[in-house]
Structure formats: C-alpha cells, structure tokens
C-alpha cells in the first residue's frame, strides 16, 4: 500500500501544518510510515506553498511522490500549478471558493470541498487547512477518523485544539457529503 499526496495554497493557508498532521496521523496513531516533504516560495506568507505527504506500509519506500493519487489545491495558482501532475483515474479535492476557474477534467475524481467558507462560519479562517484535512480523510479514508482527531489534539497549540477539531468535524461532514454527491 502506498498513497502520494500534495496539498498546495499559498503560505499562510496552513498547508504545512496540514501536512504534518496527515503524516503524524499514519506514522503515530496508525500502523503506516510516513514520509513528509514540503516547499514554502521565497514570498512566504502569501507565495507558493505546497506539502508532499507519502503514506505507506514499507518502511524503505521511496519518501518522494513518484505518481500522484491525491491532490488538495486551496489555491487557483495551485490548481493551475499541480493539476496537470494528476494522474487519470486519481482524486482532486479543492476549495471552489478560492477559485476564479474550476477544472474541467473529466478523467479525475473531483470533489469540492468548501473549507474556506466553513472556517468563516465558524468564526476562524485560519482552520480552513483543517476543514480541508477533514474532508481529505473522510473522502480517501487514507487514515482514520480517530487517528486524525489524535494527530490535531496534539500538533496544535492547546489554546488552538477545540477550534481545529470542530473544524475537522465539518470537514468529515462535507466530505461525506460530497461523497454522497459523487
């Protein structure tokens, strides 16, 4: 078993956390190596910004994505970056209201996933990230629920926890719902 995923936005966006809390899901709280890598353009806060997770069952797999079976864009100079990097038949997830043009491609599966909108709602846009990582768990099942909620009660700030984990909440519920949509 082994799932290539890039999440990408831009710096500011909590891409890299996002990161670490999917790996720290798999190698922590499930029985999975997980290999991290991430770029943050020289801009930081508002340039390219863009996350690797590789979750696999081989501790001496490849820790680079080879072939991409996920993509989360929170960003349009993301999508336009990275889609063309994803492979038929594979998964897109994006924020449709981060996007000025939405993908047309009918060989992928794709799913939007309204994050930043929700984080508004619930009063703190920096959790977008989170909404979206819920979301990506429900949608892909790649780690469980119960590992995710373990992975963001101990990789964000204390004062931060009960924010975040609402926001992953409504992340599960929309990604069921868009997979219900699907």
Request: net charge neutral; proline share 4%; hydrophobic share 40%.
């Amino acid at each position: 078993m082994r799932v290539d995923i890039r999440l990408a936005g831009f710096g500011g966006q909590g891409i890299q956390l996002a990161g670490i809390l999917l790996g720290t899901a798999a190698a922590v709280y499930e029985d999975k190596y997980a290999f991290q890598t991430q770029s943050i353009g020289p801009e930081a806060r508002g340039g390219k910004s863009r996350c690797e997770v590789v979750i696999s069952d081989n501790p001496r797999d490849y820790p680079k994505v080879r072939k991409l079976d996920i993509f989360v864009a929170m960003s349009q100079e993301a999508l336009d970056a990275y889609l063309d990097d994803l492979p038929s038949g594979k998964i897109l997830i994006y924020d449709p209201d981060m996007m000025v043009r939405h993908p047309t491609r009918e060989d992928i599966k794709i799913y939007k996933v309204p994050a930043t909108k929700t984080a508004y709602e619930l009063g703190n846009k920096i959790v977008a990230n989170v909404v979206m990582l819920g979301a990506l768990v429900e949608i892909t099942k790649v780690v469980s629920r119960e590992a995710i909620r373990e992975a963001v009660k101990n990789g964000v700030k204390q004062r931060f926890v009960d924010i975040n984990l609402k926001a992953l909440e409504k992340g599960f519920e929309l990604g069921e719902k868009v997979c219900s949509e699907n």
